[in-house]
């Protein structure tokens, strides 16, 4: 069982609907980022949250470390959001390597 | 810099031959992290280094892979008698350990795709 689990592991939806990706842990966490990968590689870290909640644009995180389980939202969505969101968390008390989910891969059509 | 630079951006080289591959992470940012990502699969720890202390190389997939960083400047991941499997996207990402072990800042290299034929 991967320590990080996300779902769905794919997701279309139409322009304008509001997204939600949810991210599942069993390891103590210090703090669960949320990644997204365009097509041709590329990572930007979008949030990096070890409570509550973080809005940036369209884009909101939350997180309850309690349930050890995080979303992150999109509203609004538009088809330039098309890509695959990952969430990665460390191990509780390090700060080494991030243990990766599988990624969700989300397509907005036009 | 302003963000994590890697080099080259693509790298295409043939089976048996050495490749290097350079990170020039966030200025200040002490932690430092190679991964790694075939076509279609996750993203792979490969090795990470903090500070002077020794590096955490347990995700080196074989001796012909290493890495060196001097203090908190650049990396160099060698790759030696590159093999086919070894193409992947490598990617490069450094971040700010606080000394009570918070992690702040972590940001990702655009990557370098390497392809061995």
């Known amino acids: 069982k991967n320590e990080v689990e996300q779902s769905p592991q794919n997701l279309t939806a139409q322009e304008g609907e509001f997204i939600t990706i949810n991210c599942s842990y069993s390891?103590?966490?210090?703090?669960l980022h949320w990644l997204q990968q365009h097509p041709g590689g590329g990572i930007v870290s979008l949030f990096m949250?070890?409570?509550g909640k973080k809005k940036h644009g369209r884009l909101i995180a939350t997180i309850n470390i309690q349930e050890k389980h995080s979303s992150l939202h999109i509203t609004a969505s538009h088809p330039r959001d098309s890509a695959v969101y990952i969430c990665a968390a460390p191990p509780s008390g390090s700060a080494r390597q991030l243990t990766f989910g599988s990624g969700t891969q989300l397509t907005v059509l036009p | 810099g302003a963000g994590v630079s890697q080099s080259p951006s693509n790298k295409v080289t043939e089976k048996g031959k050495d490749v290097e591959l350079r990170c020039d992470p966030i200025s200040g940012h002490t932690a430092l992290y190679w991964y790694r990502q075939r076509l279609g699969q996750g993203l792979e720890f490969l090795i990470y280094?903090?500070?002077?202390?020794?590096?955490?190389k347990s995700g080196l997939p074989s001796d012909r892979f290493s890495a060196e960083r001097t203090g908190e400047s650049v990396s160099t991941l060698t790759i030696q008698r590159t093999q086919q499997e070894d193409s992947a996207v490598y990617l490069c990402a450094s971040s700010l350990v606080s000394r009570t072990g918070a992690n702040y800042g972590y940001t990702f290299g655009s990557g370098t795709r390497l392809t061995v034929v």
């Open positions: 390891v103590g966490i210090s703090a």
């Open positions: 949250l070890s409570s």
């Open positions: 280094f903090q500070g002077n202390s020794a590096p955490d």
